[in-house]
């Protein structure tokens, strides 16, 4: 049986991650409330009890409370640290009304910001620590110090990258000694030119494909780690008001209704079949805190086991917009 690049290079993570963007409810600065706390609480609880022991993270999520509502749990209980794995992002400075967003990989950034994870997590170490986004003004040689100074540390345990290009891993792979372990990217049923990508090769309607060229292959090739975030597409397939929505998503939630009584599972199952169905071993990661839309995902490695070619093909193709 076949299993992820993570699981190969001795990381035992669950086929399934629990991110923490929507931890701490406002994105504006300040602290959280006990509300917050406790939704995130019960959200972490029911990711454990369906088995999920991965959760992904980063400094900027609601500013800083995610990972601070995180550290309180770990605070509370401290025997779950060694039980799970902790993956956590840098390099997105958010603007604050006098300087914009930016993007930032220096070695002062990137060591300072593993400081400030680590002291809201409550934590000694990050199993994983992922470059959020490209930084056009990145020195390589000056990512691979910071990199080696926090792995030296005992701070990092393995390092990745989000949103990038084959040529920007390359960039970065050819100055930093160990492999990139993940490539985080947005990849759904209906967020879906990454297999556009693959199939329309030599074709004129490939030009109009937003994906970056053989990028899937490669991360196959190179064993690294393809994780989904926003997989769910922020629930229209699966139980989301749709009326508004496209004849495409409209009609795709009504036959992932249908395939979900017919096999007895749910929405959410369905949909996220559909993505792990692929052979890179995608690692979808559900971005919610409602509890009893975390453990409707349960089912979803077993319905992508299960998923035919022609169900697969069948969901891609009415998920696809007309426009």
């Known amino acids: 049986m076949k299993i992820m690049p993570m699981q190969q290079r001795g990381i035992q993570a669950s086929r399934l991650a629990l991110g923490s963007m929507s931890f701490g409810g406002s994105w504006e600065a300040g602290g959280y409330t006990r509300e917050a706390f406790l939704q995130a609480e019960k959200a972490v609880d029911a990711a454990l009890s369906i088995g999920i022991n991965f959760f992904d993270h980063a400094d900027i999520y609601t500013r800083g409370k995610a990972e601070s ?63 959020h986004r490209p930084d056009p003004l990145v020195e390589p040689e000056e990512v691979a110090e910071a990199i080696g100074a926090v792995k030296a540390a005992g701070k990092v345990r393995y390092v990745g990258v989000s949103n990038m290009s084959i040529g920007q891993i390359e960039f970065l792979q050819q100055a930093i000694p160990d492999q ?18 693959t199939i329309t090769v030599n074709q004129k309607v490939g030009t109009k494909v937003n994906f970056s060229e053989g990028l899937m292959e490669y991360m196959q090739m190179k064993n690294i780690q393809v994780q989904a975030w926003g997989p769910l597409a922020q629930g229209k397939l699966s139980g989301r008001s749709i009326d508004n929505e496209p004849e495409n998503v409209r009609r795709t939630a009504e036959l992932v209704k249908k395939l979900a009584v017919e096999k007895d599972t749910t929405t959410e199952a369905i949909v996220l079949g559909w993505l792990m169905r692929h052979p890179a071993m995608i690692q979808p990661v559900i971005g919610m805190t409602n509890p009893e839309r975390i453990v409707a995902c349960q089912d979803a490695e077993r319905q992508s086991q299960l998923m035919t070619r022609d169900e697969w093909y069948t969901l891609y193709t009415s998920a696809k917009s007309e426009e």
């Open 69 to 131: 509502i995180f550290g309180e749990i770990l605070r509370s209980r401290p025997q779950l640290r060694e039980q799970i794995i902790i993956q956590s992002k840098c390099g997105i400075e958010l603007g604050d009304g006098t300087l914009p967003t930016r993007f930032n990989f220096s070695k002062e950034h990137i060591v300072a910001s593993v400081d400030a994870s680590l002291a809201r997590l409550n934590a000694d170490y990050l199993d994983i620590l992922l470059l």
């Open 180 to 197: 990139l372990m993940v490539n985080q990217l947005e990849l759904s049923l209906l967020r879906q030119d990454f297999i556009d990508q």
